[in-house]
């Protein structure tokens, strides 16, 4: 396993992901553990890269809400590149569902994922995401958690 893979699985280890599959791509933490703070932010960077299946294309990544439907608790997830990006929402929380992909086009490179929600509240939710070339093979992908709090 190379440096920033360990570091990537340290980081999301951290952050509370408990997938024993970290470098799958996806993992399940508890955001806003304490359910009291409004402005809870989660930031990651993640880099795409050709690991030899060829160069990064996009950046996909959707969540799934798993905790009980709160009135106005939504959970959001951006992807940011340079001047681009996109976003998605799971507006159906505690169902089976992952929301759509949020599909963001930048090539090789570092991208930003942001998670945050729409008022305080606890949120149960596993997150997925992959960096996949021009013909969608999963490419390399690695990331590094900035902030959890």
Same mark, same amino acid.
């Given at each position: 396993? +190379?440096?920033?893979?360990?570091?990537?699985?340290?980081?999301?280890?951290?952050?509370?992901?408990?997938?024993?599959? $970290?470098?799958? #791509?996806?993992?399940?933490?508890?955001?806003?553990?304490?359910?009291?703070?409004?402005?809870? /932010?989660?930031?990651?960077?993640?880099?795409?890269?050709?690991?030899? +299946?060829?160069?990064?294309?996009?950046?996909? @990544?959707?969540?799934?809400?798993?905790? &009980?439907?709160?009135?106005?608790?939504?959970?959001?997830?951006?992807?940011?590149?340079?001047?681009?990006?996109?976003?998605?929402?799971?507006?159906?929380?505690?169902?089976?569902?992952?929301?759509?992909? &949020? $599909?963001?086009?930048?090539?090789?490179?570092?991208?930003?994922?942001?998670? +945050? #929600? /729409?008022?305080?509240? @606890?949120?149960?939710?596993?997150?997925?995401? #992959?960096?996949? /070339?021009?013909?969608?093979?999963?490419?390399?992908?690695?990331?590094?958690?900035?902030?959890?709090?």
């Amino acid at each position: 396993m +190379n440096k920033l893979k360990l570091i990537s699985m340290v980081a999301l280890m951290s952050l509370g992901l408990q997938s024993p599959l $970290v470098l799958a #791509h996806g993992g399940n933490a508890l955001f806003d553990p304490a359910g009291d703070t409004p402005s809870f /932010t989660a930031l990651a960077r993640i880099t795409c890269s050709d690991d030899g +299946n060829g160069p990064a294309n996009q950046l996909i @990544a959707r969540i799934r809400d798993n905790s &009980a439907p709160v009135e106005g608790l939504y959970f959001s997830l951006q992807l940011l590149k340079g001047s681009k990006a996109t976003s998605v929402t799971d507006t159906t929380p505690g169902d089976a569902n992952y929301s759509d992909y &949020a $599909v963001l086009a930048g090539g090789n490179g570092t991208y930003y994922m942001l998670l +945050n #929600h /729409t008022k305080a509240g @606890a949120k149960d939710f596993d997150l997925e995401w #992959h960096c996949l /070339t021009a013909t969608n093979a999963h490419t390399g992908t690695d990331i590094i958690v900035d902030q959890y709090q």
